[in-house]
Structure formats: C-alpha cells, structure tokens
C-alpha cells in the first residue's frame, strides 16, 4: 500500500465538515488504497466540539484513516499537507448574498495563504469553499507566493451538480446521462450555468442538451435563475446553508483534480483566469476544464452566443470589484 498523505479539513468543526471527513476517509477522493493523515484545524473556541468529531472519525473504524491531528494552529494544521480543502469561514444568512461575508472572511485566507506558504508541500492542492470562494481563493493564492497560482481553485462545483440535476430532471433521465453542463464566473447569483455544450443520453441516443430540452424560454430562463439562486433556496428551506451537498461536491473537484477527468468530461473549476473567453484576467473564474496528472487546462474553442457572452461580462465584472474590495481589506490589515 501507498505512503500516508497528509489532508487538511479547516472548518472541521463545522457543518460541512461533518460529511466531508467522512467521505475522504472512506477514501472517495484520494483513492480506496491511498492512506491518509487527517489535519482538522479550527478556532480555539471550537476544540471541544472538535473532540467530539474525533471521537466519531476513530469509532467509524475506518482503514485507510492512519492518523488525526485536531489543532487550532495552522503551522500545524499545514504542515507537510498536499492537500486542502479551506472550509472554515462564516455561512452567510437568509437575505445575505454571499459578498457579504467579503470583510469578515477574507481576512482567514489572508492568514491561511500565509500559512500555506510556509509549511505546506509545494505542490499542495488548494480547493476553497468558504464564501466568497472565488475571491478568498485569489486572495490565498496572493499571500502563499512559492506556491504555483493554478494550485489554488475555488468550489463552483456544487453548482455544476445542481444545473446538472435540473436537466436530468427535465429530460426524466438518471443525472449519469448528462454531461457537460458547465458554470462560468462567480460562485454567486451571478453566475452563468451554460447548457450549451451539454450532452444526454435520451432512450439510447445521445443528443445535445439544447436539442433534447427544446426549450429556450426554459433554459435561458428559469433553468438559469434555479441554479443562481440554489444556495438561497436551501438556505430559505433549511435555515442554514447547504452541507451534505457541498461535502459531496467539494469531493467530486478534489477528486477530479487528483485523478483526472474521462476524455471529452469537462468539469467546473474556479481557477486564475488568463483571459480565456473574455474574461477579466488575475481573477478566479470558473471555466469548464479538463484535468491530467494532477494538473488542469480550460477547455478551449468553445462557442459562446452573444446572451452567454453578456453573463460572462456580468460575472466578470463582480469579480473584478471583489478583488479591488478583498485586497483593501487585505492591505489596511
Ligand atoms: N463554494 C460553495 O459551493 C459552498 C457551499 C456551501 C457552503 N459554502 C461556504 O462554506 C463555509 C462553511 O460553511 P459551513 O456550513 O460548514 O459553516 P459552519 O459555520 O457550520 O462551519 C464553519 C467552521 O469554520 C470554523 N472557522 C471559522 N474561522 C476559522 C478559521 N480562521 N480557521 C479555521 N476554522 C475556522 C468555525 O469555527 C466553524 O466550525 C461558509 O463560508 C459557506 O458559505 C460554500
Ligand atoms: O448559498 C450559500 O451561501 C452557501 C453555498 O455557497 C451554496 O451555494 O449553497
């Protein structure tokens, strides 16, 4: 069997977290034979609560899982970790949008860059999740600057889930039969989920999602705001933001990032953005990709009308004063 990795959860005390400790040590993302050390960093007021969660990874018995290390210090926390997943951050609330938590969030990617580029592996994988995920991703990058900029990346997978779900819904097929629906832009209402390359399996035939659906209104309409608006929707319903379904997502991006995506699959990744397609450059933008040996490439040669074009000028516009907001907040620190 493989030398353990080391993994760090941040946030492990917190909702998300609950579900996704468990799927990575069951394996479903490093591997089923890829041992793990499990680094838990979260706030010294939370160390009792994260006790508890130790307790529950060790009675889950779980044979990949060789060690876990709960600590409130992230010189620990990062230490010799190849990988990230940067939970820990303030949950907005019913009415929020998720910029909102710009000035209370951005600062713990500031720290946690920090940290990273002292102690981590170079070659560390970053996924962020905690809010505005596109944004602390940039900043984290900004302050970690011996760690390659495309090893940082942002959840927008979570939303690809979703547009996914909505089609294979809509079709009446099972969500395996559609691929290819992709989110460009901000993880926020922004954002623009583009059925436009899609593909599905419908009674044995494979058509493009835009063929099969046959319904425009429905697909530059509805489809568009149901997926924009998901994250509220939950929180409406549930009071407090969506957990198991971003565990599950923030396992599908690391997972596909480590082992690579099935020729022709692309997947939604919040990366630095060169300018592909229009969109502002030095931001993190999600872009369909691909991935191999470890490493991402933005899916190229796509063609977008002039209704996606303007969504992407949108959500590139929100991203570029995110990031003139972040650094001054960064900067007067
Ligand atoms: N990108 C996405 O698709 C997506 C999806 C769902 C939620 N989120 C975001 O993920 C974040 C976490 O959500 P949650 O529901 O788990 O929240 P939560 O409040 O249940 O847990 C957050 C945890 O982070 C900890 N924390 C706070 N500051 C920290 C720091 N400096 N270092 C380490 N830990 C710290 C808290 O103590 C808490 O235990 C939120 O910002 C939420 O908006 C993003
Ligand atoms: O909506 C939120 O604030 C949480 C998360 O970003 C989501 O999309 O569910």
């Not at 959840?155 to 079709?171: E, V």
């Not at 379904?245 to 396992?251: F, G, I, N």
């Not at 691909?290 to 929100?318: H, M, R």
Request: glycine fraction near 8%; charge should be neutral.
């Amino acid at each position: 069997m493989a030398e353990p990795i080391r993994v760090v959860v941040t946030g492990a005390a917190g909702q998300i977290a609950y579900s996704l400790l468990y799927m990575i040590a069951r394996g479903e993302v490093f591997g089923k034979d890829q041992p793990l050390v499990l680094h838990l960093l979260d706030i010294p007021p939370m160390m009792g609560v994260l006790e508890g969660v130790v307790m529950e990874l060790a009675d889950c018995a779980l044979p990949l899982l060789r060690q876990v290390i709960p600590t409130a210090d992230p010189a620990v926390a990062f230490k010799d970790v190849a990988a990230a997943f940067l939970v820990g951050a303030m949950p907005r609330k019913e009415g929020m949008e998720r910029k909102d938590l710009l000035s209370a969030n951005v600062k713990i990617f500031k720290a946690q860059g920090q940290a990273i580029d002292q102690h981590a592996r170079k070659d560390i994988k970053v996924l962020v999740v905690g809010n505005p995920a596109n944004t602390n991703a940039l900043v984290c990058s900004h302050y970690a600057p011996s760690i390659p900029r495309e090893n940082f990346t942002a959840m927008t997978r979570l939303d690809q889930n979703r547009a996914t779900a909505q089609i294979a819904a809509k079709l009446g097929v099972p969500i395996s039969a559609v691929k290819n629906v992709v989110i460009w832009g901000n993880h926020s209402s922004t954002q623009f989920p583009d059925p436009s390359n899609g593909v599905a399996e419908v009674n044995g035939t494979s058509k493009r999602v835009w063929d099969a659906v046959n319904d425009a209104a429905f697909l530059q309409g509805n489809f568009v705001e149901t997926v924009q608006k998901r994250g509220a929707a939950v929180i409406a319903a549930r009071k407090m933001s969506s957990a198991m379904s971003a565990a599950k997502a923030a396992c599908d991006h690391m997972h596909d990032w480590w082992h690579g995506t099935a020729p022709g699959q692309f997947v939604s990744m919040g990366v630095i953005s060169d300018g592909s397609y229009g969109a502002p450059k030095d931001v993190v933008f999600s872009f369909p990709v691909e991935t191999s040996n470890g490493k991402w490439k933005i899916v190229q040669g796509l063609q977008l009308d002039d209704f996606a074009k303007s969504k992407l000028a949108i959500t590139g516009k929100e991203l570029e004063e995110e990031k003139g907001e972040a650094m001054a907040v960064c900067s007067a620190d």
